[in-house]
């Protein structure tokens, strides 16, 4: 074989990135009501009862707290299971998925 031959490239890349991860906001408003919000996200997100205190509580008090990243399909379903519930109940309850930079 001369010193220019390529040879055919036979081995896959290895390709293990790893996946986006998308943050899921939760936005304060001034009418669900508190329990509700901490309701929510112990059903949507599987938290406990302080954890989900502590995070209505920041949102409350700073407008917005992020509640856990996901991977974005994850992330939206989440968003969309809990402004559903809080549409279905007549509440503005507001989640948003924003990508991880
Ligand atoms: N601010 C609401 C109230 O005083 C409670 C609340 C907290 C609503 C967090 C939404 O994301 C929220 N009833």
Redesign the pocket.
């Known amino acids: 074989m001369s010193p220019t031959t390529t040879l055919p490239k036979t081995e896959a890349k290895p390709r293990t990135e790893r996946p986006k991860l998308w943050k899921v906001i ?9 329990d509700f ?1 901490v309701t929510v996200l112990r059903r949507v997100f599987r938290m406990t009862e302080a954890e989900a205190l502590g995070v ?1 509580l920041t ?2 008090r700073r407008g917005a707290c992020v509640v856990a990243v996901f991977t974005r399909e994850v992330a939206e379903t989440k968003c969309a299971q809990g402004n559903d519930a809080g549409r279905q109940a007549g509440y503005p ?1 507001a989640f948003t998925a924003e990508r991880e930079d």
């Open positions: 939760l936005l304060n408003d001034d009418f669900t009501p508190r919000v209505m949102a409350h309850l």
